[in-house]
């Protein structure tokens, strides 16, 4: 990562919740403060119930409401339905593959901008920067900052 910004911490997530939350955190990421989002990360965590995917996959219309109107969390429309959405594709990829760890396994000899085009054509709101900090934070192999 470039020497100027702050470096986020790699986890390797032990379940899809885990992937799902850090996919989340990427997608909030891009175009805000990274400081602002860190500080408010415990209230995603509470307001989207833990990042369990199947909850949130079910959200419909009023938790979307209550999402808007919560203080707490950063209240853009956009990153609020991909996450829901982002939460329904996981799902159907864990119908394929097992789980998400098992989709990103079945990508294993791809190439960093093939594995980087398929997550941002799939997940809303995961641009080619935040696919790469998505990447970078479950620990997945990834170019250096400069290459990406």
């Known amino acids: 990562m470039a020497p100027s910004m702050e470096i986020p911490e790699r986890v390797r997530p032990a379940n899809d919740n885990g992937y799902f939350e850090q996919l989340t955190k990427a997608v909030f990421q891009a175009g805000f403060s990274w400081s602002v989002i860190r500080q408010k990360w415990p209230h995603f965590v509470t307001a989207f119930d833990n990042f369990d995917v199947d909850t949130v996959a079910a959200y419909d219309a009023p938790e979307t409401e209550r999402l808007l109107a919560d203080a707490g969390i ?3 429309g956009r990153k ?3 996450t829901i959405d982002n939460a ?3 799902q159907g990829l864990r119908q394929q593959h097992g789980s998400f760890a098992g989709y990103l396994r079945s990508m294993d000899g791809w190439t960093y901008e093939k594995r980087r085009d398929a997550l941002t054509r799939q997940f809303g709101g995961l641009g ?3 696919c790469f900090v998505f990447l970078w934070c479950v620990d997945e ?3 250096n900052w400069e290459e990406r």
């Open 141 to 143: 192999d990834v170019p």
């Open 128 to 130: 080619r920067t935040s």
């Open 74 to 76: 950063v209240r853009n």
């Open 80 to 82: 609020i339905q991909a």
């Open 88 to 90: 329904r594709v996981i």
